[in-house]
């Protein structure tokens, strides 16, 4: 029966470290990903704003840039966002790491525990950091128990050993009760679709703050981090959907001068024309992130009906 239990905590021991070491070494080693060309100042944008660094022309030209992009969150004052040090347009969800030097795309913190930011490129990966490190502390923990209890009752023999019994387990046991607060906290945060950053400083939409911003009900906000593929939710391989520089969110109130919408086929737009919807948040939304429809780079067709006047566009999703 021993046997039988050693060969089982050997197995369990190998599976939780390998599992460990893999999206540890993923959270690592995944560079962040950053905004792309889209997102950047042209030559002579640049030139622009160099020479008028603050004030209105400098947000009209960010505003000219913004129309064409899927850009909804805005500054406190109401702002296009712009990184001086990238000079771009900042995505919704990016934010500028001090650290790295760089715009990551829907960062969430840069962490000293894998010396890199954590990111859309590597949030997935981060969470399976955090859950496999607490089930292996927990492993740990439960293994090394009964010796822990010997130690105190004089159960062990008197060699050395006794002392590495006692400090493994209290490591453990303290690193399980930090990661299961930190991976709690993470849980809670990928329910509601918010990054750190947005818990505490929440996202500026045209019409105003709103923290729930960006959720789109549990089992999308679920999906939006760990894919459609429950097969591969376990895994550290990327499987997040969308492409980290826009996001579907709630509240598709338009921006009457943004041209383009993130969903590319803007099913309520056709009947925008004529219909005045009142400015409240949907609770569904269509976005290219959860179908399979065309990129919003590509989606000009709306164009001219942005310019149409103060129209309040909303999208209703596809169930697929
Ligand atoms: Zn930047
Ligand atoms: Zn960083």
Redesign the pocket.
């Known amino acids: 029966m021993l046997w039988y239990y050693c060969i089982l905590c050997l197995i369990a021991y190998h599976f939780f470290v390998l599992l460990f070491v893999w999206s540890y070494w993923k959270t690592i080693f995944t560079i962040p990903m950053?905004?792309t060309k889209e997102f950047h100042l042209s030559y002579a944008d640049k030139e622009l704003i160099e020479r008028e660094p603050r004030g209105e022309s400098q947000q009209d030209v960010l505003r000219r840039l913004a129309k064409d992009l899927p850009v909804y969150t805005r500054t406190m004052s109401g702002a296009i966002r712009y990184?001086?040090?990238?000079?771009?347009v900042?995505p919704d969800r990016?934010?500028?790491?001090s650290v790295c030097?760089?715009?990551?795309l829907k960062m969430d913190h840069h962490c000293p525990w894998v010396n890199n930011c954590v990111g859309f490129s590597n949030y997935k990966f981060f969470l399976l950091f955090l859950a496999y490190s607490l089930l292996y502390c927990l492993f740990i923990v439960a293994t090394d128990l009964q010796y822990f209890i010997k130690f105190w009752t004089n159960g062990l023999p008197d060699t050395q050993a006794k002392f590495h019994i006692m400090f493994l387990f209290f490591a453990a046991a303290m690193f399980s009760v930090s990661l299961s607060s930190l991976f709690g906290y993470h849980c809670w945060l990928v329910c509601k679709n918010r990054s750190t950053l947005e818990a505490f400083r929440s996202p500026v939409f045209r019409h105003g703050t709103d923290k729930n911003g960006f959720s789109l009900g549990f089992s999308k906000n679920l999906r939006q981090v760990f894919g459609d593929e429950k097969k591969y939710w376990l895994l550290p391989i990327f499987t997040s959907l969308g492409d980290g520089c826009s996001f579907p969110t709630c509240l598709v109130n338009q921006d009457p001068e943004q041209a383009s919408t993130p969903s590319g086929t803007n099913v309520a737009a056709k009947s925008a024309d004529n219909h005045q919807f009142p400015a409240k948040p949907l609770r569904e939304s269509q976005s290219h992130l959860l179908t399979d429809t065309q990129s919003w780079t590509e989606s000009s067709c709306n164009e001219e009906k942005g310019k149409l006047g103060m129209i309040t566009r909303m999208t209703i999703e596809k169930e697929t």
């Open positions: 950053n905004p990184c001086d040090r990238c000079q771009l900042k990016c934010h500028h790491c030097d760089k715009c990551i």
